[in-house]
């Protein structure tokens, strides 16, 4: 009688296959983590690639793509859908109020730790960075890669850009004494309605026709929209390293500044995520208001600066902790929002 074959022994995982699976299953391994870093860097060797100087129509192409991000996620929601996350008021209370009360009163809370006029010029960087609005795309785009609820996401990132327009300029006249042209204003509300709101109501009222082909695409838009965001980081980070945002700061200042915005980020996600529980959200709403109430327009922010701050060199200073914001909000984001949106992750 032969004997039974010897099992084949498997080969024990190396330290390299280890910190591979270990770096994926943390989420470092990710397509669009990476490629958020690569957007960086190749803004940083070709700055000029992706600038206003660029014979590249990125600004037509950026905001284009934001629109059909916009109209593609109103193709997928119904009117009852939507009438449902209008209706949830709790929500929209908790998201509007970190946005534009808990940040602002945060940065002034700290005020004290900054002394001389360098650091009191550094202050009023954070606090302008502090009264932003929220991200539009960004903030649902995250959302929707972590199955959140994505109708009420539409509405916050919505709201939160058209509060903005009168908050932050009323926040930073209060506090640091601006004023603001109003016609400006109404011209970044005119933008807005062409490049958000219109295309979610064509895409809603489309919904019945053509909703259920968005529905079963809704792999590809998503790959889409990580696209999208990839081309605004690039084109963003082009323009400040084109324009010599960083130069003035030695890297230790900058890494300071960094760790700051870090602690800002994590201490923001970890109260609302408390303040969630407390009220019983559930997870979808959970994630809206995370993703929703963390971020900072760049967007409105650059805009904001030059109207409110016209002088260049004050500009710049302005921009720096909201470029370095703005960076650390989407790796951080992406990184739990592609963990929360797994199949196996359960829910909590």
Same mark, same amino acid.
């Not at 550094?122 to 302008?128: D, H, K, M, R, T």
């Not at 640091?176 to 005119?190: E, K, P, Q, V």
């Not at 923001?268 to 408390?274: C, E, L, R, S, Y």
């Given at each position: /009688?032969?004997?039974?074959?010897?099992? #084949?022994?498997?080969?024990?995982?190396?330290?390299?296959?280890?910190?591979?699976?270990?770096?994926?299953?943390?989420?470092?391994?990710?397509?669009?983590?990476?490629?958020?870093?690569?957007?960086?860097?190749?803004?940083?060797?070709?700055?000029?690639?992706?600038?206003?100087?660029?014979? &590249?129509? %990125?600004? #037509? &192409?950026?905001?284009?793509?934001?629109?059909? &991000?916009? +109209?593609?996620?109103? =193709?997928?929601?119904?009117?009852?859908?939507?009438?449902?996350?209008?209706?949830?008021?709790? @929500?929209?209370?908790?998201?509007?109020?970190?946005?534009?009360?808990?940040?602002?009163?945060?940065?002034?809370?700290?005020?004290?730790?900054?002394?001389?006029?360098?650091?009191?010029? =550094? %202050?009023?960087?954070?606090?302008?960075?502090?009264?932003?609005?929220?991200?539009?795309?960004?903030?649902?785009?995250?959302?929707?890669?972590?199955?959140?609820?994505?109708?009420?996401?539409?509405?916050?990132?919505?709201?939160?850009?058209?509060?903005?327009?009168?908050?932050?300029?009323?926040?930073?006249?209060?506090?640091?004494?601006?004023?603001?042209?109003?016609?400006?204003? %109404?011209?970044?509300?005119?933008?807005?309605?062409?490049?958000?709101?219109?295309?979610?109501?064509?895409?809603?009222?489309?919904?019945?026709?053509?909703?259920?082909?968005?529905?079963?695409?809704?792999?590809?838009?998503?790959?889409?929209?990580?696209?999208?965001? =990839?081309?605004?980081? +690039?084109?963003?980070?082009?323009?400040?390293?084109?324009?010599? #945002?960083?130069?003035?700061?030695?890297?230790?200042?900058?890494? @300071?500044?960094?760790?700051? /915005?870090?602690?800002?980020?994590?201490?923001?996600?970890?109260?609302? %995520?408390?303040?969630?529980?407390?009220?019983?959200?559930?997870?979808?709403?959970?994630?809206?208001?995370?993703?929703?109430?963390?971020?900072?327009?760049?967007?409105?922010?650059?805009?904001?600066?030059?109207?409110?701050?016209?002088?260049?060199?004050?500009?710049? @200073?302005?921009?720096?902790?909201?470029?370095?914001?703005?960076?650390?909000?989407?790796? =951080?984001?992406?990184?739990?929002?592609?963990?929360?949106?797994?199949?196996?992750?359960?829910?909590?």
């Amino acid at each position: /009688m032969p004997e039974p074959a010897a099992p #084949i022994a498997t080969p024990p995982a190396s330290a390299e296959n280890y910190l591979v699976a270990l770096l994926r299953r943390a989420g470092l391994l990710d397509w669009f983590l990476l490629g958020l870093l690569g957007a960086v860097g190749l803004a940083y060797l070709i700055p000029e690639a992706g600038s206003k100087a660029s014979p &590249i129509p %990125w600004f #037509i &192409i950026t905001k284009g793509g934001v629109a059909l &991000i916009f +109209f593609f996620y109103g =193709l997928r929601l119904s009117l009852d859908k939507l009438k449902a996350g209008l209706r949830n008021w709790r @929500l929209h209370v908790v998201v509007q109020a970190i946005t534009f009360l808990v940040f602002p009163l945060l940065a002034l809370a700290v005020q004290p730790l900054f002394g001389g006029e360098k650091g009191a010029q =550094l %202050w009023q960087s954070i606090f302008f960075l502090c009264t932003l609005p929220s991200t539009v795309s960004t903030s649902v785009v995250m959302v929707s890669i972590a199955r959140g609820n994505l109708p009420a996401a539409i509405f916050n990132a919505s709201i939160s850009s058209l509060l903005g327009i009168v908050l932050t300029p009323l926040w930073t006249s209060f506090v640091l004494h601006t004023s603001a042209d109003g016609g400006h204003l %109404w011209g970044l509300a005119l933008s807005l309605t062409w490049q958000v709101i219109l295309p979610v109501v064509a895409g809603v009222l489309l919904n019945r026709r053509w909703g259920a082909f968005a529905e079963k695409h809704k792999g590809a838009l998503r790959l889409s929209d990580q696209v999208v965001i =990839l081309l605004i980081v +690039f084109t963003a980070f082009c323009e400040s390293f084109a324009e010599g #945002i960083f130069r003035s700061y030695a890297a230790r200042d900058i890494g @300071l500044l960094g760790l700051g /915005m870090v602690a800002l980020y994590l201490l923001i996600f970890g109260a609302v %995520w408390g303040l969630s529980q407390l009220l019983g959200f559930s997870r979808e709403d959970r994630i809206t208001a995370l993703f929703c109430g963390s971020k900072k327009s760049l967007v409105h922010g650059s805009v904001m600066a030059s109207l409110l701050f016209p002088a260049a060199a004050g500009t710049g @200073l302005l921009l720096l902790p909201l470029m370095l914001y703005h960076a650390l909000q989407i790796i =951080l984001a992406s990184m739990m929002a592609q963990r929360m949106g797994r199949p196996e992750a359960t829910p909590s």
